[in-house]
């Protein structure tokens, strides 16, 4: 079974930033992909951000030049970088392993899917 471990979720003033980070176990690392989608009260899931091995990415236009995803090797750690946090952008995230095959031939319309883990809260305010 795939270990995952989300941090960084909080809350922001509009404008501000967070940064999620998602770490998983060696083999899921090596061998799967990764991306966040997010779901707010009410809504329905949204896609956010999809990242392949070799770094190339994907986003929702929603969040397209406001947030970076990234990977860290050494850590086995994946990040979503979150820059002029919008009230919108208030939701629960969830960090989810995918395919990257799935990856490569979606891009981010590949979300929500996945194994992914409990989610973090994101609230941004006035």
Same mark, same amino acid.
């Given at each position: 079974q795939? &270990?995952l *471990? *989300?941090?960084g =979720? =909080?809350s $922001? &003033?509009?404008g501000?930033s967070l940064?999620l980070?998602?770490t998983t176990?060696?083999n899921a690392?090596s061998?799967h992909c ?5 779901q707010?009260?009410? @809504? *329905?899931?949204?896609?956010?951000a $999809?990242?392949?091995?070799d770094g190339?990415?994907s986003?929702?236009?929603?969040? &397209?030049? %406001?947030?970076?995803?990234?990977q860290?090797?050494a @850590? @086995?750690? %994946?990040?979503? &970088?979150m820059?002029?946090? @919008? ?11 995918l395919?990257?095959s =799935?990856?490569?031939a979606l ?6 899917? =996945?194994?992914?883990?409990q989610?973090?809260q994101v609230?941004?305010?006035?």
């Open positions: 795939v &270990q *471990e *989300e941090t =979720g =909080g $922001v &003033q509009v501000g940064t980070s998602c176990d060696a690392y061998n990764m991306g966040w989608f997010r707010a009260p009410g @809504k *329905e899931r949204e896609g956010v $999809v990242l392949d091995r190339s990415a986003y929702a236009e929603s969040v &397209q030049g %406001r947030f970076t995803i990234s860290d090797n @850590k @086995k750690t %994946r990040y979503l &970088q820059n002029n946090l @919008k009230l919108e952008d208030t939701a629960m995230y969830y960090c989810t392993v395919t990257c =799935g990856i490569r891009g981010v319309r590949i979300l929500p899917g =996945g194994f992914w883990d989610g973090t609230t941004v305010s006035l």
